[in-house]
């Protein structure tokens, strides 16, 4: 959205009276421990449908981006996140001003200003560092201004001299203030206006400034049919041991491109049991919080749909299955490197409670299995969305370029 012209001219007068920050030298506090960010689930949407749209063109985002376009210490920090039906957003603060950021792993700059209106802010002057930072998702963007101030996330990660986006222009973000971006590094490369350096994300500055003890973040849903329930939970610098019961297994980042871009693994799907029929051949694809639905391939979104007897719902753009057709539903078997992890009957529909949020009809069963929007063999097959990772720890290891999944209470939960 483009904000008043008053407010824009406001800003781009800022820029000019602008003045570089200088890259001061930072203590290490030696008494750093994790931080626990807590978040809550969206409802942004009216339908489905576009629900699916906006999914399938993050897919492509991710598939047709590139670069050119636009110590341990101590213990972690958690933070709260609230659980909204779309995605998961959470509060940080900035300059003593509260924004509501969508919590992203499948991009990696943090910016605020989609909404200037309701917060009128303005990065203070001497933050600026008069470059511009623009970047472009799947379902909108964002072109504005660089500055470098302090974020506060969580329940006392305070991290200084963090950069980010200050939007004067943006689309697609109406209902949140920006993004938190918390994927890999790399994907700050070339969104700068000036420059084709990279940003360090949150993430990065925390752990090179001494405030968490190590360099990565855990992420813990929880399955919902509340529309306000706060039933998420980001670590910043550790792994919070209560929100899994089994063993957490690690796989690489997958080697294959674009999906080694992102939070990518290699894994094959199977309906049925672990040697049962094949839904998708082992392939690589990228797990993601800013993705709703599950995707796959779709010539495997077809054999899904064969395995399952599901129609095509024209109000949703969901499959919809019977009554008894669910109470046939098979489960599906994720393998992930050695490692199957199930995805239960009642893993793979929508929650019941919440059918009128998307557009549907109440007493409907709905699949979150979708299609991505292209065959198989691009290199990025799959997307594990929201709903995927609701039913599993997920831990993204950026040290050591690794993705971590668990079990949790909440894996063969039934609440759908």
């Not at 996140?81 to 950021?101: H, M, P, W």
């Not at 299955?321 to 393998?335: A, R």
């Not at 199930?342 to 709905?366: C, H, K, M």
Request: aromatic residues 10%; glycine residues 10%; contains cysteine.
């Amino acid at each position: 959205m483009l904000a008043g012209l008053d407010f824009v001219s406001a800003a781009l007068l800022t820029l000019c009276l602008s003045l570089a920050v200088p890259a001061d030298a930072l203590l290490i506090r030696k008494d750093a421990s994790p931080v626990t960010l807590p978040f809550a689930r969206r409802f942004n949407v009216t339908g489905a449908a576009k629900l699916l749209e906006i999914d399938q063109a993050k897919a492509k985002a991710f598939k047709n981006r590139t670069r050119a376009a636009a110590t341990s210490v101590g213990a972690p920090f958690n933070a709260p996140a609230t659980n909204q039906a779309v995605d998961y957003v959470t509060t940080v603060t900035i300059s003593g001003k509260e924004f509501t950021l969508l919590i992203d792993t499948g991009s990696s700059n943090t910016w605020v200003g989609a909404r200037p209106i309701e917060n009128a802010f303005l990065p203070p002057v001497l933050s600026l560092t008069g470059n511009l930072m623009s970047v472009t998702y799947g379902s909108g963007f964002f072109t504005g201004l660089e500055f470098m101030d302090t974020i506060t996330v969580g329940n006392g990660l305070t991290i200084a001299n963090q950069p980010m986006g200050f939007a004067l222009v943006s689309e697609g973000f109406t209902d949140v203030d920006g993004i938190i971006g918390i994927g890999p590094a790399d994907l700050t490369c070339g969104t700068l206006v000036l420059g084709t350096q990279c940003i360090p994300t949150v993430t990065d500055s925390a752990f090179s400034q001494g405030l968490i003890p190590q360099h990565m973040i855990s992420i813990s849903f929880e399955p919902t049919t509340s529309v306000d329930d706060a039933n998420g939970e980001l670590t910043f610098g550790g792994i919070d041991s209560s929100k899994f019961n089994g063993p957490l297994e690690f796989v690489p980042i997958t080697s294959t491109s674009p999906s080694n871009e992102f939070v990518g693994i290699d894994q094959s799907i199977t309906f049925g049991s672990p040697d049962g029929q094949t839904v998708l051949p082992l392939t690589s694809g990228v797990t993601d919080t800013g993705t709703t639905l599950l995707l796959i391939a779709s010539d495997a979104f077809a054999t899904y749909q064969n395995l399952t007897g599901g129609v095509l719902d024209p109000t949703t753009g969901l499959l919809k299955i019977t009554p008894e057709q669910f109470t046939n539903l098979k489960s599906l078997f994720f393998h992930v490197g050695s490692n199957t992890f199930e995805f239960t009957p009642n893993a793979q529909i929508w929650p019941r409670a919440l059918n009128s949020v998307i557009g549907g009809t109440d007493d409907a069963i709905y699949l979150v299995i979708n299609d991505i929007g292209s065959p198989s063999g691009e290199g990025l097959d799959f997307i594990d969305g929201m709903t995927f990772l609701e039913r599993f720890y997920y831990v993204f290891d950026i040290a050591n370029s690794r993705v971590g999944l668990a079990t949790t209470p909440f894996t063969r939960a039934t609440t759908n």
